[in-house]
């Protein structure tokens, strides 16, 4: 009799019901994060509220994730690929490079995905329902492509040459498999913030030739003067001479990312290499593809006369990466002069600029705004500064260096008019 009393009585409590995890409640990916430990949840959630000029950043995530790229990853990939392009040859372009993702797409992963997560009940239904929807709508520009592709031999060309650039990867990446892994791992140590992370070990020594090899490769384009990037530097237009190909940018990333673990001085270096133009990123079957559609060269020909190739703007911009930028400290110079003396202090070396002088206020009213009376040509409190001992391969008192940030982005004989070193690797 008391057992029934007291189920009688627990029918009679009133329960509270327990609310449906909600994937936007789950936490998204720490940015200091291995890229390669996100899950499926912090792919999906990393896609939130971007818009389709961020298409070239999400193909470099998805490139860079690889095999680890889950359902979730690639619906958000697809989501952001395929967004109702104004004209039809828009989407020709996103749809050659997405559509292998559209038809790879596992409904039953993405659904074991969400149950691992703890999505359960309505809120799993709602995400797979945002799934479908998306996956509609990413068909709404694809299928008529597909079929128009059968009777038209431009819109042929632009499909297959989707599908050469996976073939041409995986080729790549197979022959070159410890130089993909080290880019990979080392993208990855910067993410850290930390220059000791373990996989910086050993890494000049790997990277400096591959990046001296394509660099002096290009020599005879560089020119000796060029107008510096008010932003980047000459860094940016160091890199621009080098042809682009996937060798390249490897090499590029790599040995700036290493750099960067010697000293914080290179972040400038590493963030102007790892985000550079799309049509200069090559780091996986969807970055080459997209590589190779905006390259100036490839001109289809279509049967129908109505039909053009129109290259997306949007689709210039650089990828969304994690890049640390440069950092200007208080003993790091920022500017070109000549340089009068150097004296080694381990692993930097102070240097003096010979003559540097710069023009100042010498005396100020005695108000609340400090307004200048008189002004005059001083010694510059910059001309005395410090640089990584193993960024200044051939400086040398009565040579000239370009410093941002601290990083010497070219060192060069002034008399001569010769480039001594560019972006550390010596030249002449």
Known sequence: MKLRTLAFLSLLIPTTAIADKKIEDLPKADPKAPLSSWTPVQQWREG???????????????DELGPKLSELGRVRLIQNCLRHPEKFEEGMLWWAICRQDVNALDLKKLEAELSAAGIAGAEHKSVVDEVNEIVRRARLTGDPIDALA?????????????????????AFATKNKAVVDRYLALKDAVRTARGDAKDFAGCYEATQPAFAKVLKAALPKIPYDFTADAMDGYTAGYLFFIPAAKETYLAEVSYAACLWSIH?????????????????????PRTVALAKLLDETFKPKFADRSLSWNRRDSAHAGPKVSAPGGHYDKDLVNGEAVIEKLIPAGELTKFKFKGATIERCIQYAQDAAKTCLKRGVLPDDLAEGMAPTKFLAGVKPGLSVALKFGFPEAVWNAKTKKLISILTIPVN
Not at 150 to 170: H, M, N, S, Y
């Open 264 to 284: 914080d001085s290179a972040g400038l270096f590493y963030r102007v290499a790892a985000s550079q133009a799309a049509d200069r990123v090559m780091a996986g």
């Open 48 to 62: 939130e509220g971007t818009s389709s000029s961020d298409s070239p950043g999400f193909f470099l995530m998805a």
């Open 150 to 170: 059968k009777t038209e031999p431009g819109v042929q060309q632009i499909l297959k040459l989707g599908e050469d650039a996976r073939t041409e990867w995986a």
